[in-house]
């Protein structure tokens, strides 16, 4: 996992609609880069409704959220379409910039083709401030909206 204090490696990958999206677009903004290891299942489902429904707190902190996966455009559209997920879903399938942050497993783990559940929170400068292997997908986003709320005011 990537350290608090490092540069977000820069990264370009196609949004569930297949539109290219970079981690530059969102500089002078907050960004969660939320990593989940596959669509639809119940942990990544629970942790994406939980952002989905702090939407609106993330957004008057002025935090972007987005999520990335393995998993291709047209499973990230499903998902996005059947949780009416608003963020972008980013589809990393050669795993290129899941390599550069860290979240690719390795070994023989036997769930080598899904990343780790790691979050990033990124300030505006793009600088990486809090990381995150994330254990309670139930508490993951009240706990980046603390520390985002604490960062942001002491930056």
């Known amino acids: 996992m ?3 204090g490092q540069p977000a490696p820069e990264f370009t990958l196609p949004d569930q609609h297949g539109q290219p999206v970079s981690i530059s677009d969102f500089r002078g903004q907050w ?3 939320w990593w989940y290891p596959a669509a639809q299942t119940p942990g990544c489902t629970i942790e994406g409704q939980n952002l989905r429904d702090r939407a609106a707190d993330f957004a008057a902190a002025g935090c972007v959220v ?8 047209a499973t ?7 949780q009416g997920f608003e963020f972008p879903l980013l589809s990393d399938t050669d ?3 899941g390599t550069a942050y860290e979240v690719v497993r390795h070994g023989d783990d036997h769930y080598g083709c899904f990343s780790e559940r790691y979050s ?9 401030r ?3 292997a994330v254990s309670d997908v139930d508490t993951h986003a009240d706990e980046v909206l603390a520390d985002l709320v604490r960062l942001s ?3």
């Open 95 to 97: 795993h290129t910039v």
């Open 130 to 132: 809090r990381a995150y």
């Open 2 to 4: 990537l350290s608090a």
């Open 31 to 33: 960004v969660l880069l």
């Open 153 to 155: 005011t002491t930056s």
């Open 120 to 128: 990033y929170l990124i300030d505006p400068q793009g600088l990486i």
């Open 66 to 73: 987005l999520g990335a996966s393995f998993d291709d455009t």
């Open 76 to 82: 990230n559209l499903a998902f996005s379409e059947m």
